[in-house]
């Protein structure tokens, strides 16, 4: 790895959460020592939400003092033109070590504006030492994890937990309740709101069907608090020991397996249901990727840090501490990394089904795309209106958004 000239001071943006933000200010710590240069490191909003707000404000003033960024997947083509090719700065047999699906998802119009860091996409975690106990197989289909969640949590509270739910998932009104609700609708074969040609797809009855059916989980297998849960209090529940069955990205199994874990040994971890027997499962894909401002005071240093972030010695690093699935096809072959991560084999199959949430396509119109889509979802699950109802109107909002966007 090339070091920085000179002794630069570079601006890193991290995730705020906890075990996150330890990994990546790790990271920056030993490139500085590495390089000679500095790292200021900027927390991120603890939602991802309010982190683009923050970003575009920034880059529209052409602030030198935004470096290195961290980016969702679905930011990419919004902040495309203020971004720089990395295509210029870092060797091609680096990228190709990446794979082709991550290295697309960070490209746009020829240039590539977010190399890739991390992939994930939703999976199910899930009490194996429960569903031995009630002798039930790991379900394979929405309905099947419905009836087994409620069996086995009926079994528990009658055995002395009354705090034992049956599934707990992300049901606030954010970006975290459009990706869960696209796999609900994908695996059901009810689209992914709109289509690879920009047609609104929203509005049709195996959409709705499974709508119906996550609203039918809302205070019997999952708390009425699910309507307010995003990632981390969703985990708080299942971590507690108080739930069967978790969606969550991958990052779950590194906390759950911790030393003072309650459920270390206790875990399972599979692709989410499907619709209906033998149908696709349809994890949501949440690769995350790392930019460097166009407007950076130091691009060669920042591109030298971000060339260590997401490079092989890094990844590796992240997946066998904290389970962070890599974009770098070798380490899925490493011996270490499955000896650490033994369930990296069914995560990479469930890559294999994942959706895209539908941003490619929609573009600067995707947040208003997917806002429209949470709080219609949201109101069917929190009983203020049917889902008929709901995908109805969504369509007719999601058509005008279309017909200002031009896609």
Same mark, same amino acid.
């Not at 090719?85 to 991550?102: G, K, R, Y």
């Not at 030298?304 to 501490?321: N, V």
């Given at each position: 790895?090339?070091?920085?000239?000179?002794?630069?001071?570079?601006? $890193?943006?991290?995730?705020?959460?906890?075990?996150?933000?330890?990994?990546?200010?790790?990271?920056?710590?030993?490139?500085?020592?590495?390089?000679?240069?500095?790292?200021?490191?900027?927390?991120?909003?603890?939602?991802?939400? #309010?982190?683009?707000?923050?970003?575009?404000?920034?880059?529209?003033?052409?602030?030198?003092?935004?470096? /290195?960024?961290? *980016?969702?997947?679905?930011?990419?083509?919004?902040? &495309?033109?203020?971004?720089?090719?990395?295509?210029?700065?870092?060797?091609?047999?680096?990228?190709?070590? +990446?794979?082709?699906?991550?290295?697309?998802? =960070?490209? /746009?119009?020829?240039?590539?504006?977010?190399?890739?860091?991390?992939?994930?996409?939703?999976?199910?975690?899930?009490?194996?030492?429960?569903?031995? &106990?009630?002798?039930?197989?790991?379900?394979?289909?929405?309905?099947?994890?419905?009836?087994?969640?409620?069996?086995?949590?009926?079994?528990?509270?009658?055995?002395?937990?009354?705090?034992?739910?049956?599934?707990?998932?992300?049901?606030?009104?954010? #970006?975290?309740?459009?990706?869960?609700?696209?796999?609900? *609708?994908?695996?059901?074969?009810?689209?992914?709101?709109?289509?690879?040609?920009?047609?609104?797809?929203?509005?049709?009855?195996?959409?709705?069907?499974?709508?119906?059916?996550?609203?039918?989980?809302?205070?019997?297998?999952?708390?009425?608090? %699910?309507?307010?849960?995003?990632?981390?209090?969703?985990?708080?529940?299942?971590?507690?020991?108080?739930?069967?069955? +978790?969606?969550?990205?991958?990052?779950?199994?590194?906390?759950?397996?911790?030393?003072?874990?309650? $459920?270390?040994?206790?875990?399972?971890?599979?692709?989410?249901?499907?619709?209906?027997?033998?149908?696709?499962?349809?994890?949501?894909?949440?690769?995350?990727?790392?930019?460097?401002? &166009?407007?950076?005071? +130091?691009?060669?240093?920042?591109?030298?840090?971000?060339?260590?972030?997401? =490079?092989?010695?890094?990844?590796?690093?992240?997946?066998?501490?904290?389970?962070?699935?890599?974009?770098?096809?070798?380490?899925?072959?490493?011996? #270490? %990394? *499955?000896?650490?991560?033994?369930?990296?084999?069914?995560?990479?199959?469930?890559?294999?089904?994942?959706?895209?949430?539908?941003?490619?396509?929609? *573009?600067?119109?995707?947040?208003?795309?997917?806002?429209?889509?949470?709080?219609?979802? +949201?109101?069917?699950?929190?009983?203020?209106?049917?889902?008929?109802?709901?995908?109805?109107? $969504?369509?007719?909002?999601?058509? &005008?958004?279309?017909?200002?966007?031009?896609?």
């Amino acid at each position: 790895m090339a070091s920085a000239a000179g002794a630069d001071t570079v601006s $890193l943006f991290c995730s705020a959460s906890g075990a996150e933000y330890q990994l990546c200010s790790d990271a920056a710590t030993a490139w500085a020592k590495d390089t000679g240069n500095e790292v200021k490191i900027n927390k991120m909003p603890a939602s991802w939400d #309010e982190a683009l707000p923050l970003y575009q404000q920034l880059l529209s003033a052409k602030s030198p003092d935004i470096d /290195v960024m961290l *980016l969702d997947v679905v930011w990419v083509g919004m902040l &495309k033109d203020q971004l720089l090719d990395l295509n210029t700065v870092v060797p091609a047999e680096e990228i190709a070590q +990446h794979f082709a699906s991550t290295v697309a998802a =960070g490209s /746009v119009d020829g240039k590539l504006v977010g190399m890739p860091w991390y992939a994930d996409t939703g999976l199910m975690f899930y009490r194996k030492d429960l569903l031995e &106990k009630y002798g039930k197989p790991v379900p394979k289909t929405w309905a099947e994890m419905t009836d087994t969640a409620k069996v086995i949590m009926e079994g528990e509270r009658a055995a002395g937990n009354p705090d034992m739910w049956g599934y707990v998932w992300q049901g606030k009104s954010y #970006e975290g309740l459009s990706c869960d609700a696209i796999e609900w *609708l994908a695996s059901s074969n009810g689209g992914t709101i709109v289509d690879a040609a920009g047609a609104v797809t929203v509005n049709n009855a195996d959409a709705i069907k499974a709508v119906d059916l996550a609203a039918s989980w809302v205070d019997t297998i999952s708390p009425k608090g %699910v309507l307010d849960y995003d990632e981390e209090s969703s985990r708080g529940v299942f971590e507690t020991g108080n739930s069967v069955f +978790h969606r969550n990205w991958s990052y779950v199994w590194g906390t759950s397996q911790g030393a003072d874990s309650k $459920l270390k040994g206790l875990v399972g971890v599979t692709a989410l249901p499907s619709g209906s027997a033998g149908g696709p499962s349809a994890g949501c894909m949440g690769t995350a990727h790392m930019g460097v401002s &166009k407007y950076s005071a +130091h691009p060669e240093a920042a591109a030298s840090l971000l060339r260590f972030m997401t =490079g092989l010695s890094e990844q590796k690093r992240r997946t066998i501490d904290a389970a962070y699935n890599p974009t770098i096809a070798t380490l899925y072959e490493d011996a #270490e %990394v *499955l000896a650490a991560v033994p369930f990296l084999g069914d995560a990479r199959a469930a890559f294999d089904q994942a959706v895209s949430r539908p941003s490619s396509v929609t *573009l600067g119109d995707y947040n208003q795309v997917s806002s429209a889509f949470y709080q219609a979802v +949201h109101s069917v699950l929190a009983g203020e209106t049917t889902a008929t109802d709901a995908m109805s109107l $969504l369509q007719a909002d999601l058509e &005008k958004i279309k017909a200002r966007g031009g896609w």
